[in-house]
Each structure stands twice: as C-alpha cells, then as structure tokens.
C-alpha cells in the first residue's frame, strides 16, 4: 500500500476516484486496512489503479495535491 507512483507520467489530467470493498481486495491489503470496509481507489482514464486511500476526501486531496482533476465513479 505504500508503493509510490510519480503522477507527473501520465498526460491526461482527470482521474476518478471509486469505492473499493476491503473484502475484495488481496489479502495482504486486508490486512493492512485494519478496520476498514471500504478504501477508495484513484485510477487514470485507462483504468490503472494510481493509490488506494483510506477515505474519499484524501482521494480528493491527493489528486489535487498532483495537479488532477478528480471525478468520482459509482
């Protein structure tokens, strides 16, 4: 969960922010989510997975904070 990725590598601007179900996701990520049912995923326009967070506000933040446009996903 703490692998760093340079967002200054991908050219488009928007990324969008969803819910992820802990129960899906990869033990070792379970594990590391504590008490958590849900984390949020942050992906490029083509699908990749950028960073999963602990709550849909730091999601935000870290998107902004990398000069992104985010835009939540149901």
């Given at each position: ?9 991908i ?5 969008y922010?969803?819910?992820?179900a ?6 070792d ?11 949020f ?5 083509n ?10 506000q ?13 835009v939540?996903?149901?």
């Amino acid at each position: 969960m703490d692998t760093k990725f340079n967002f200054a590598d991908i050219g488009d601007r928007v990324v969008y922010v969803k819910s992820v179900a802990v129960s899906d996701l990869p033990d070792d990520v379970q594990e590391a989510a504590g008490d958590r049912d849900l984390l949020f995923a942050v992906h490029d326009s083509n699908g990749q997975q950028l960073a999963l967070v602990a709550d849909r506000q730091m999601a935000f933040v870290l998107a902004r904070q990398n000069d992104m446009q985010p835009v939540t996903v149901h």
